[in-house]
């Protein structure tokens, strides 16, 4: 089982930013401009003791869509990363490897000024969002669906990578309540946890520290494999829409790591 998280993969194509086959070529190779690589917020992101880092922040674009564009910046005092989405999806990710045993928490913060009129994180024509923090998981994929295995064969003869076992999003919903699960309409190996929900707290800082093993397994229903990598994400591709968001340092904390 191959479990690495290697530019090129996810099948995002189809799955997490509702990205359809069509039109596709290769994957744009991962990079991240030196403003946010070398920022001090990609700094205080850094992976954590404990943890095996992979590979720094880097930009992920995906075939077939125009990339949302993140920059570094400061906003009321805090480091963060400027996400600004036009009809367009990509994300800033990182790899990293913390097993099952060591899996503690993630420390995130954004600002969103404004929601995506007419998103719906349900449905396969409307599944934007202006803010997700992203976890990806290793796992058996012999538990794959028929349907799920056919998708991951299919993201292996096109980007050569296969679809990962399970991917968890934190998100922000227009309507539905905070502790609501959402399925991908596009495969069940993608569950959306709502910490947030309608416009009641727009335009201000919300920082979350949240139970990695604890949200997983109230997403999926068993425990999770190791932590292969961690991403910020926001896209308008589908809604058509534009839409603005700043994001602080995301932070993993390992089950034997001390509070900073």
Known sequence: MNGRWRTGGWLFSMTLAAVSLTGCGTTAPGTAAPTVAASPWAQLSAAP????P???????QFPGKSPTQFQYARDEGREAIAATASSSASMLRQDVRIEPAELGSVLFSWKVPQLIAGADLASRDADDSPVRVV??????????????A???????AITGEELPYAT??????????????ITS???????????????????QWLDYERNVRADFERAFGEPPGALLGVAVM???????????AWYGPLRLRTAHSRAP
């Open 49 to 52: 003791s404990g943890a095996r």
């Open 185 to 203: 309409p596009r495969t069940a190996r993608i569950r959306g946890l709502v910490v947030e929900s309608g416009p009641g707290k727009l335009n």
């Open 234 to 244: 926001s896209d308008t591709d589908n809604t058509r829409s534009t839409a603005r």
């Open 54 to 60: 992979v590979r720094g922040w880097r930009h992920q």
């Open 150 to 156: 056919m998708m991951s064969e299919l993201s292996r």
């Open 135 to 148: 976890l990806v998981f290793e796992g058996d994929r012999s538990k794959f669906s028929t349907r799920d």
């Open 168 to 181: 968890l999003m934190y998100v922000w919903c227009n309507r539905r309540q905070a502790g609501t699960v």
